[in-house]
Each structure stands twice: as C-alpha cells, then as structure tokens.
C-alpha cells in the first residue's frame, strides 16, 4: 500500500512538475517540441493512418513501405522510391548540385534560411525532388521523385526547375519521363516564385508532348495544393497508389467552405478513379511491371503484356477477345 502511494505521489508530482515546465515554458519551446515530434517520426512501432494498427516500423519497411495488416501505401522515402522503381545499377542522378534557396529572406516561424539548412543536415538532401535516368525493368527513362520528409515535398523555385530540367532530358534523349508525386503543394516560403513554377512544369511538360515524348505520373500519399494544380494532372498517363490522398484543398477545409457532408472517400484514388481523373490505379507491389507495359504503350512498343506478371492494361483483353470474335465470324455477318 505504501509503496503504491509512493509511487502515486511521485507520480503526481512529476506530473505536476511537467504542467509547470509546459506552463512557464515559452511558446517557441512548445513550437521547437512540435516540430521535433512531426519532423522526426521515431520508435519501433507505428500506428497505421488507415486500418489503426499497432505495426512494427521494419516489417513496414520490409514490405516497400505498406501496412502489413491492411496494405495502405505510406508515403515512401525518394531515394527508397528510386530503388524500388528502377533496376539495380542504372541509376544516374542529375542536377544534384541545385539547391533550395531562400531569394525571400522569407521568416515565419524562424528564417527559412535556417530550417533549410536543418532539412539538408537532417535529410542528406538538398532539394524535396530527386531527378535523373534510369532503367525499369530495362526500358531508359528519365526519373523524377518527389520527397515528402522534405519540407513536406513542397514545390519550391528548385523543385520546378528541376522537373523542367527533367522534361528537357525526356525531350532530347527521346526518353519516357516518369515522376512520383508526394507533396503538399507549393512552398509558401518561396512566396510568388514558387507560385511560378506551375506555370513553368506545365509548360516544360507541354513542350514534351509537343515533340512526342511520352510522360507518366504516380500520384502517391499525399499529393496536394499547387502539385495536384500543376504537372501531376497534365501527363499523358496519371496512375494513382491505392489509398492515396489526392486534392487541393484538403477535405476539412472543403467541408467547411461547402458546408455540406462529404462523399465516403473523398479524394482517395478510389474515389478519383471512379470519376474519371484518373487512369489506372496500381499496387506499390506491381508497380514496376505496370510502369513498363504503360512505357511500351506509351512509346509504340507494345506488344504484349509481360508474361511473367499477367499485367495487362484496363480493356485490353476485351479489344483481344472481341477481334478473336470478329475474326470468327463470317464477313457478310459482320457486315450487318
Ligand atoms: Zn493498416
């Protein structure tokens, strides 16, 4: 009994120790407390957004970043996006050497300048986008990979740059371009100048189709804001992760503007596919055979599904089976 009640006062006065220091505590400590908790994800287990269970962090990354209890896609770290899409050695980075800049001295919270500095020490990169060529499944392509642990993979001056860099790479090596998309949209901190760069990746995209190239988008968990607005919806082909969210605004600020309920999965890729903004939907785990039948669509070199997977495009057996048919019966039938 003793004991328990120890242990209880103590309790109490840890806890009462802890209202004290949150209370006497200046707001910038709780911000930089904030930060630290939604910046830096840690631990052995997660929790799972979607079906709400307790899993453990290596399975999750064991199995490319999907929820072994109900499949969710999570978003998936870009340089573990490059690995897992392309084949193994044909990877060359490009335009590595840009990096995010602070043209605004824009402050917020704190200087931008400084957090952009803390994101590159953090994540080893220098930009929400990586960019470069590659090989899926021996097919050359030019690759173009949003990262969300950056800045929330927020389109800056140097994210735009560098996919109008990466369509101009398509364009002369006569190369497909192929780009996941995980964002929160355009990066207020860069104010007008990151506004630009829609305009700008729709027309560098633009120019592509013009010459002929072939592009594809995946839109992963989350894509929003100026992304969804921008170069992630004017592909050729906009393939979608199962779950994902996608949008502009996001659903609570749509309600509330509305203010009318919204449809059971709103902005999900189910959802959107159903209403036609999508083109296909594709599991993580498929991904890569899929990406290479759409390359060969895209590039007139389809010939047939690859064999080994049984991937094929939505309605192509269908076409195959009503030529069969059309094969079979006689002219003067098919005449009427
Ligand atoms: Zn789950």
Redesign the pocket.
């Known amino acids: 009994m003793t004991d328990s009640s120890e242990i209880k006062a103590e309790a109490a006065e840890t806890m009462a120790k802890k209202d004290d220091e949150v209370a006497a505590g200046s707001e910038a400590r709780i911000g930089r407390l904030r930060f630290r908790k939604k910046e830096m994800p840690g631990g052995l287990w997660l929790k ?1 957004e ?4 307790t ?1 453990y962090r290596k399975e999750v990354e064991e199995k490319a970043h999907t ?1 072994p ?4 896609h999570f978003t998936m770290p870009g340089r573990n996006r490059v690995q897992h899409t392309l084949d193994s050695g044909t990877w060359e980075e490009l335009f590595s050497e840009l990096s995010a800049m602070d043209r605004l001295e824009f402050v917020d919270s704190g200087p931008y300048g400084e957090k952009l500095d803390r994101t590159v020490a953090r994540t080893g990169q220098n930009e929400a986008l990586i960019a470069g060529r590659g090989e899926i499944l021996g097919r050359k392509v030019v690759l173009a990979v949003m990262d969300f642990k950056f800045l929330g993979g927020s389109m800056g001056e140097v994210v735009g740059e560098k996919i109008a860099l990466a369509c101009d790479v398509a364009r002369k090596e006569n190369r497909p371009l192929v780009m996941f998309t995980a964002s929160g949209g355009a990066r207020m901190h860069e104010g007008m100048l990151s506004l630009m760069q829609m305009a700008k990746t729709c027309s560098a995209l633009s120019r592509l189709q013009e010459d002929g190239g072939f592009s594809i988008c995946v839109l992963t968990h989350p894509t929003t804001g100026g992304v969804t607005a921008s170069f992630a919806m004017v592909c050729d082909l906009t393939v979608a992760e199962p779950g994902a969210l996608i949008g502009f605004a996001g659903p609570r600020v749509i309600a509330s503007t509305i203010k009318q309920e919204l449809p059971a999965g709103f902005q999900r890729a189910e959802f959107l596919l159903e209403k036609g903004q999508l083109d296909l939907l594709a599991d993580r785990h498929e991904m890569r055979d899929r990406l290479a039948n759409l390359i060969d669509f895209g590039t007139h070199a389809w010939q047939e599904p690859l064999g080994h997977t049984r991937v094929a495009l939505p309605g192509a057996e269908a076409e195959a089976d009503a030529e069969a048919e059309a094969e079979d019966v006689p002219d003067a039938e098919t005449a009427d």
Do not use: H, L, M, P
């Open positions: 799972c979607n079906c709400g269970a899993i929820c209890s109900c499949g969710f």
